[in-house]
Structures are given as C-alpha cells and as structure tokens.
C-alpha cells in the first residue's frame, strides 16, 4: 500500500475517460432493463417454488422440458446447490399440493430409478406479490430523497446532493443491469427478490459513506486552500482519501467474497449484488460523484 502513500494521480483527466464508461454502462443498462424487463423472484411476480433433492444428478433441460406440459407453462428450473438439488418455480394457479403431487408424479415417471424429495416449498399470492413490489420501489425512492436532503444539510450545497443522488442511481441502474442480462446465464438465482433488494439498499448506504468520506474532504480543502484552483483541489481531495477508500473496499470486498464462496446457494445473488456493488460504489465515489460535482461547480459559476 506504499502507492498509496503520497499519491498524485490525475483523477480529473481520468474523469473524461469515466464519464465515458459510465455513460456506456448506464445506456446498455437502461436498455436490458426496458428490453428484457426485470426478472423478478416469486416474492414479487407471485407463484410456487420447490426445491427438490434427487438421489443422483439430473438435467435442467430435461426436467423443464418435461414440466411445461403437467404445469402448463414452462417453469423456472434451476441447480440449487448441489448438482442432485434442483428449483423449480411456476406460476401455476393450482393449490400447492395438487402442484406438488403434479411434479412429483412427474419427476417419478421421468426418472423411476433416481427418487426425489421435496426439501423446500413456498408460495406468494399475486396481491401480496405487488404490495412487495411497491414498497420496494418506495423505500428506494424514500431513501434517495432522504439522501439528497441530507447531503444538501450537510454541505450546504446542492451541487453535492446532486453528485451524490446521481451517483447512487448509477450504481443501482448498473448493477440491476448486470442482473437482468445474467438472470438466465448465472448457475445461481439473479432474480429480484426481497434479498436483492436489501442488497441494493445496502449498496446505496455503503456507496454513499464512500462519497461522504471524500465530499467531507474536499469541504475541509476548499477551506484550507481558497487560492487553489478548484479543480485541483478536487483532484488533491481524491488523492487525500485514496488510501482509505481502496483500503475499506478492497477489505470489505473480501468479506463479500468469502460470503458469496461459503454462504450457500441462498445467499450467492445477495452476496454477488454486494461484490458488484462495492466495485461500482468504490469506482462511482471516485470518478461520477467527484465529477458531476465539478461539471455542476463550474456550470453554477458560469450562471
């Protein structure tokens, strides 16, 4: 960590290179989602999971393939874990006994030799569904509010509570991309459930302590040098709180990793969301926040 010492990087020429990529992933993003629409867990679309254990392993395919008739509908079928673990989720409206016996009689009839228990199930009415959904949405929306109110008390200047607010709608946009391209790839559940959505929460809350610690610095700087050019105490700001952003989130990244390693198959799109969200909370703190602050600064003074 000795780089990180004395460091002098140029952080306003990379800037341009950043609001570049930003712009890339952000339109790439929007379109996913508009495109391909949010791939939302069964606690927001409403339906039946069960999580079935067979003897030996069997193929995803095949399984859904052979279920689309029985549930009318081809259902959502997954590895769970373990390659003998397997998730189905459908949107059947029949009870959830008469869906299991369905599945069950035929997962018996496809593989006579290789029995299967259900370890798992779980049901969410449609209304329940979308009062989930709602509050989801409005609990976001509350605390980017919240945020923008706090920031524009703090440093009394809303400049900041733009670059902030700005910088956690892109680290939410993006990661929510990544999980709506990925949702039918990944070997683990990307869908959006209730989890997802704290782990969104908490990706705002950490995104934003990283943006504090570097808005506070440059506060304290544009005290301490009012002679100085402003953007190059933006950039000396940068490099004061360089060591100590890298060092938390390459800390807290590890955590994330070992989570998303050994926390099972329950927790691997919470903790995966999480790994995201530090990596672009981390890289928004340093290249959106500090930039939109700057392209607002300079706007304001030309008004």
Avoid at 55 to 84: I, M, N, W, Y
Avoid at 219 to 228: A, G, I, Q, V
Avoid at 232 to 254: A, E, G, Y
């Amino acid at each position: 960590m000795r780089w990180f010492e004395t460091p002098d990087f140029n952080f306003l020429k990379a800037h341009k290179i950043g609001q570049i990529v930003s712009g890339i992933l952000l339109v790439a993003s929007i379109i996913v989602i508009f495109t391909k629409g949010l791939q939302y867990g069964i606690d927001f679309r409403g339906g039946k999971e069960f999580v079935l254990e067979f003897q030996q392993p069997v193929e995803v395919t095949e399984v859904r393939s052979e279920l689309a008739g029985p549930l009318d509908g081809a259902p959502e079928v997954k590895r769970f874990g373990s390659p003998q673990d397997i998730l189905i989720r459908t949107d059947n409206p029949g009870d959830i006994t008469a869906v299991q016996s369905t599945i069950m009689g035929t997962m018996q009839q496809l593989y006579p030799d290789n029995d299967a228990t259900v370890i798992k199930t779980d049901i969410v009415g449609p209304r329940f569904a979308e009062d989930l959904k709602r509050g989801a949405l409005n609990a976001i929306i509350f605390a980017l509010i919240v945020i923008f109110i706090y920031i524009l008390i703090r440093f009394k200047d809303w400049t900041f509570s733009a670059g902030a607010v700005g910088a956690l709608f892109h680290d939410v946009f993006i990661v929510l991309g990544i999980f709506t391209l990925f949702s039918e790839i990944a070997p683990f559940s990307m869908q959006i459930d209730q989890a997802i959505i704290a782990a969104f929460l908490t990706i705002v809350g950490y995104s934003l302590n990283d943006t504090v610690v570097v808005f506070d610095r440059i506060r304290e700087n544009s005290m301490l040098y009012k002679t100085m050019d402003y953007d190059k105490m933006i950039n000396k700001s940068l490099n004061d709180t360089l060591s100590r952003t890298v060092i938390t989130s390459i800390t807290t990244l590890f955590v994330v990793t070992v989570l998303f390693i050994f926390g099972g198959e329950v927790l691997k799109g919470f903790s995966f969301a999480l790994m995201l969200g530090v990596i672009i909370g981390t890289y928004s703190s340093l290249f959106v926040a500090s930039s939109m602050v700057v392209e607002l600064h300079k706007r304001k003074q030309n008004t």
